[in-house]
């Protein structure tokens, strides 16, 4: 059966939610684009198996054992393991798995559930529970627990700062609200331990989307009784992820074990993982001691590990789910011209900017990077974003701005992270040193 159709009103609800957990406009799209991919199989299509494709010759390593962190991964203690209280407990997710999860082309497919069906209008979605389905302490993980840790999530005693992502789910909203005295309203039923019902406010195509998320992980419920806060300290936490958290010394070191529980155990290679605490102003000097196997770069380690012969081999590139941009107020000269924003398209040197994030970007032409779905390389995107000096002081003919003159004061705001003002910095000298229009007068604002 082909999903239900996702109209263009239910698209900017899924924006709303997933805004209401931190997920910005950027993520989105993403998402948006790997809806737009799906096939026939819908939410149903299978993922691919994790276990690693060996080359011929390749053993792997008896010992199974990667240390990762430091660049900025768990730079601080983790507040818990609790997502689904606490969605930004900065804890390791691999602990747990949901009912569904994202591909690699950010679609999602069945985790927990092996099935997902809707209704005709995606008003109400059932998810078949995998009947393998286990906790680490081996006890069946069943529709009951989601049940009962969707509507903890929603409990107005948990004062979870997230709990509207779940507004879409029928009568959650006044649940959270404390408009109903309990959650026997509220959407969520476990019709039988492999069966969950979920009935939804109206159509909502989207709704497996926001089940593949973070938000939507369980929460063991007799080591939440029993533990209370306390219930995710090693001693105490029961998961049902691809690891379980064997040993937490805090400020200090998390150690992860292989979950023999676990419903894909046979596709994990890994039997031991282990996650120092390091404050990113370590920079490499981890990985350079041979304290870690794997850790990102900041940008003052890139240059110096790229250029030495001894750890080139070692630095390599991923797509990172990001993109710097500039957006014009076009509701306010000079951007309300549409010339002029055609102008500065043509005064930006992608190429040459680029430069000053040494190594760290691309040149961008559109909002989705290469490599994810939906991404776009067209030419004639690319064309009318060329860096062509001729051609934008063209485009200010017949406008007041002809010829680069009568600009008026701007502001360009942005978020002090990352290389953005350095790069920002970058293409502002770089108008003010060439042919292309200036921006006139500018004011910098963090």
Wanted: include cysteine; proline fraction near 8%.
């Amino acid at each position: 059966m082909l999903p239900a159709r996702i109209s263009d009103s239910q698209m900017e609800l899924l924006a709303t939610r997933l805004a209401a957990v931190g997920v910005g406009r950027r993520d989105f799209m993403r998402v948006a684009a790997g809806l737009a991919t799906l096939g026939a199989a819908g939410f149903n299509a299978r993922p691919v198996l994790a276990a690693p494709k060996l080359a011929p010759g390749e053993k792997l390593a008896r010992g199974q054992h990667v240390r990762i962190g430091g660049g900025g991964w768990w730079q601080n203690d983790p507040s818990s393991h609790d997502y689904n209280k606490d969605l930004y407990c900065t804890g390791v997710p691999a602990l747990w798995a949901g009912l569904m999860k994202f591909n690699v082309d950010l679609q999602p497919v069945p985790y927990v559930a092996s099935n997902v069906a809707s209704n005709a209008d995606g008003s109400v979605w059932t998810f078949t529970i995998r009947k393998d389905s286990r906790w680490s302490d081996g006890s069946p993980c069943t529709a009951r627990d989601f049940e009962w840790s969707w509507k903890r999530q929603m409990d107005p005693a948990s004062k979870n700062p997230y709990s509207s992502y779940f507004y879409d789910i029928k009568g959650a909203e006044p649940f959270n609200k404390s408009k109903v005295p309990d959650a026997s309203q509220v959407g969520v039923h476990a019709k039988d331990d492999w069966t969950l019902e979920v009935t939804l406010e109206g159509p909502r195509g989207y709704f497996p989307v926001l089940s593949a998320y973070l938000a939507a992980l369980p929460a063991h419920r007799p080591s939440v009784e029993k533990h209370g806060d306390k219930w995710t300290e090693a001693a105490n936490i029961v998961c049902n992820g691809p690891f379980v958290l064997e040993t937490w010394e805090h400020n200090r070191v998390m150690v992860l074990r292989r979950n023999k529980h676990f419903i894909g155990a046979r596709d994990v290679t890994l039997d031991k993982v282990t996650i120092p605490i390091i404050p990113v102003q370590s920079g490499a000097l981890p990985y350079e001691n041979n304290e870690l196997d794997i850790s990102p770069l900041q940008t003052g380690d890139l240059k110096r590990l790229r250029d030495d012969p001894r750890t080139a081999k070692q630095v390599f590139r991923y797509p990172f789910p990001g993109t710097w941009y500039l957006i014009p107020q076009v509701t306010k000269p000079p951007f309300d011209n549409v010339k002029v924003r055609r102008a500065v398209g043509h005064a930006v040197d992608r190429e040459n900017v680029v430069k000053v994030a040494d190594g760290f970007a691309i040149p961008a032409y559109s909002m989705i990077p290469p490599g994810f779905p939906g991404a776009v390389d067209d030419k004639k995107i690319r064309d009318i974003q060329r860096f062509d000096p001729k051609a934008a002081m063209a485009q200010l003919k017949g406008t007041p701005f002809e010829g680069g003159r009568h600009w008026p004061k701007i502001t360009l705001t942005m978020r002090e992270e990352g290389l953005g003002q350095r790069v920002l910095r970058h293409v502002l000298r770089q108008e003010d040193g060439g042919e292309a229009p200036g921006l006139g007068q500018r004011r910098l604002r963090p």
